[in-house]
């Protein structure tokens, strides 16, 4: 079963607006939430994380928010730019000792000029 | 470039064959994972590694593969007589040992085609 879904394979945004992507995930033990950018023929790049026990969190233009009692975060670009443009893949981690991490299946961002 | 480095970043074998992927991470990070990637979706877990000593593995890992970290350095997976459901990118990262929660670093993946 997909524990962690990323609903919308795609999303098209104009340079300067806001690009929002979002996750649901069905696991209540899972406490740490994590956003990573990945371009083709590259490995996933860290974006931003938040942990259970805050709402949001802000990393200069991206902010995620965490909404617990309804199982979803969301991953807000401000302003978007054409270098933005790749595969989003929200992950998520139960909090045991090892920390392995759950991916959704993607979101392909395309921002244009 | 201090990041995580994996080797060969394409591998293109005949069923059958037998194939062994290598990943370095970053230095000071004790922790390693191994993921696989398949088209349209994300990547799934399939062992990790904490110093040399492997403590999970996926039901994805079949007899088939195999991983090790014999110095708590370097790692290597191994997949013996490939199949053509192997095709997929093997991606490893590596994770600082420290409280709380942290990141995980990925290399840039290996790409096996089999053929």
């Known amino acids: 079963d997909q524990q962690v879904k990323q609903n919308s394979p795609s999303l098209s945004v104009q340079e300067g607006r806001i690009s929002i992507l979002n996750c649901d995930y069905t696991?209540?033990?899972?406490?740490?939430f994590l956003w990573y950018k990945k371009y083709p023929a590259e490995g996933p790049t860290f974006l931003i994380s938040?942990?259970?026990?805050?709402d949001k969190n802000e990393d200069g233009r991206f902010t995620v928010f965490l909404n617990k009692s309804a199982k979803h975060l969301s991953l807000h670009i401000v302003p978007s730019q054409p270098g933005d443009s790749a595969v989003y893949f929200c992950a998520a981690s139960d909090g045991t000792g090892f920390q392995k991490l759950v991916f959704g299946t993607g979101t392909r961002l395309l921002v244009s000029p | 470039d201090t990041g995580v480095s994996q080797d060969p970043r394409h591998k293109i074998t005949k069923r059958g064959q037998n194939v062994t992927f290598r990943c370095d991470p970053i230095?000071?990070?004790?922790?390693l994972y191994w993921y696989r990637q398949t088209l349209g979706q994300g990547p799934e877990f399939l062992t990790y590694?904490?110093?040399?000593?492997?403590?999970?593995k996926s039901r994805l890992l079949s007899d088939r593969f195999s991983a090790e970290r014999p110095k708590g350095s370097f790692s290597t997976l191994e997949i013996q007589r490939t199949e053509q459901g192997d095709s997929a990118m093997y991606l490893c990262?590596?994770?600082?040992?420290?409280?709380?929660?942290?990141?995980?670093?990925f290399g840039p993946g290996t790409r096996l085609t089999v053929l």
């Open positions: 696991n209540s033990m899972f406490d740490y």
């Open positions: 990262a590596s994770r600082a040992l420290a409280g709380g929660y942290n990141e995980q670093f």
């Open positions: 938040i942990s259970s026990i805050k």
């Open positions: 230095s000071e990070h004790n922790r």
């Open positions: 590694f904490q110093n040399e000593a492997q403590l999970e």
